[in-house]
């Protein structure tokens, strides 16, 4: 037995030898690559060392090179021949990725940075060899951490399914959006109870599962979309399974305690059916691909000059968006200084001198910021303005916004819109988060008009930052500050109450931004 596995392996393992030229000039396309991209990839990094949801992304390379091995032998039957055509593609690829930095998303950024990484293996290795390496190379895919843009969705998934399922036991329960309640006591869905974790760890399984033990394209398409549904319809259990469970025990505290443990044991179990049930299915026992050795003629592989010339062409288009990109960012400039406007203030509320705020952590170099604390009895808000160079990344604003309304720290955080008929602008952002517990008022000013956090606001920015404007970007926020780790129903509400009738007074308010983004 060992003889056969010794006989069969080391023709591959000879044949891989003269490839030592072709790893050469990847080698140093991705030194290029990741110097280019050097920021998407600590952002990555980043995220996966600070996010439950994408903790599994450190094994993605560790998995993709183990797939490259069980294909080995496919790969080293398989000629290299450089396709420099397909550098080209990088072109189109190039400007999504531009378009993408434009409008400040991180996402979408690092999602055409690994599109031009394939670009680069096509191109130095020719279609053939790509499409033999294409598992392992399109698994790389998963060290992008996206998908938290389906969080609402998953979230309104859950909350209908909750409903739905206490209909059916004949719990009574009132639902509202996100919020659940029983008479033992409220339930939120919120991000963290999403099942995004879930969904993306079981996407990423269900992917290598499918590609180890099926090989007909129909079963590995199916298997994938099961690893898709079935954690959401899991994870809908789950949650409904706490709010029974606080329904029993007569507590929806005690329920809720230690609900994410629950959800990993369930989770692991879920898993564990998953892989029971794809097993009888199971295509990889006797089954294999047809190795045909190469004929000399195939064995000859390109100059080792001409191997370099594409990696380093390839690499360098690939860079031509970071380059441009760059080449704004060097223009920016700073943001114009704030003159502190005067603001009105409703009945019984007195302020305090406005201060300056050296910086927000993680915005843009040369931003401006002050802070006013306002008491209205009890209550005592927090009024914070901040200008930023008139040619930002829209990215750097969503960054300070982020750190207003404590969201960068926090654990959890409530999004919706706070209507203010009578002011412009009407519509405000409004944030609660839970430790620290916070409930903010923000909204911005971009181009000298007010945005929202939003895509089209991202646009307009994204245009200042290509064509240059005198008017600087303002984020003006209202927040309440409590001492608790949550915030209790009555005093949040209390909160948005105490900060809409701040608001609802500063009728004044375009003519003041005005004056800050584009000073005299």
Known sequence: MSSTSTATTRPALRSLLPARGPAAALALGLLVFALAFAPEIGAAVHVWEGST???????VLPIALYLGWERRER??????????????????????????????????????????????????????????????????????????????????????????????????????????????????VAEACAGLRFLIASIAFGVLYAFIIYRSPS??????????????????????????????????????????????????IVIL??????????????????????????????????????????????????LTARALDRSVGTAPDITWPTLALPEGCEAAPPAPVPSLDGGAPGERAMTQHVTCG???????????????????????????????????????????????????????????ALVTALTFWIDGKPAQAGLAGRATQALASIRGTASAPVLMAVGMKFDTRDIPDETGAAAV????????????LPQAISGIATPR
């Open 219 to 268: 079963r590995r398409i199916a298997f994938i979309g099961v690893s898709i549904l079935l954690p959401i319809v899991a994870n809908g259990f789950r949650a409904l399974g706490i709010v029974v469970l606080g329904h029993m025990l007569g507590s929806a505290e005690a329920a809720a305690t230690d609900h994410v443990l629950y959800g990993w044991i369930f989770f692991s």
């Open 75 to 188: 790969i080293a039957a398989t000629p290299i021949a450089p396709l420099p055509a397909a550098m080209l593609l990088a072109l189109p690829v190039g400007l999504v990725w531009f378009l993408a930095e434009r409008l400040g998303i991180m996402e979408g950024r690092q999602l055409a940075a690994m599109a031009l990484l394939q670009l680069l293996f096509l191109a130095v290795l020719g279609w053939r060899m790509w499409w033999a390496m294409s598992v392992p190379l399109l698994y790389l895919f998963f060290l992008v951490p996206f998908g938290a843009f389906v969080t609402p969705y998953l979230q309104n998934f859950t909350a209908d399914f909750v409903r739905v399922g206490l209909d059916v036991l004949g719990i009574p329960a009132y639902v509202d959006s996100f919020r659940i309640d029983i008479p033992e006591g409220s339930f939120v």
């Open 378 to 436: 009890p209550d005592v808000l927090t009024v914070t303005l901040a200008t930023l160079p008139p040619r930002s990344n829209p990215s750097e604003l969503a960054l300070a916004q982020r750190h207003v309304d404590g969201e960068d720290v926090a654990e959890d955080a409530t999004l919706r819109p706070l209507s203010l008929p009578g002011i412009t602008p009407a519509t405000w952002r409004l944030v609660s988060t839970q430790n620290p």
């Open 53 to 59: 949801a994408y903790g599994h992304c450190f094994l």
């Open 273 to 322: 059916l998953l892989i029971a049930a794809g097993m009888p299915f199971r295509e990889d026992v006797g089954v294999g691909p047809v190795v045909t050795p190469l004929a000399p003629a195939d064995r000859r592989l390109p100059s080792s000059g001409r191997l370099v010339g594409v990696a380093i062409c390839a690499a360098l288009l690939a860079a031509l968006g970071p």
């Open 497 to 508: 109450d105490a900060i809409t009738r701040y608001l609802a007074v500063q009728t004044g």
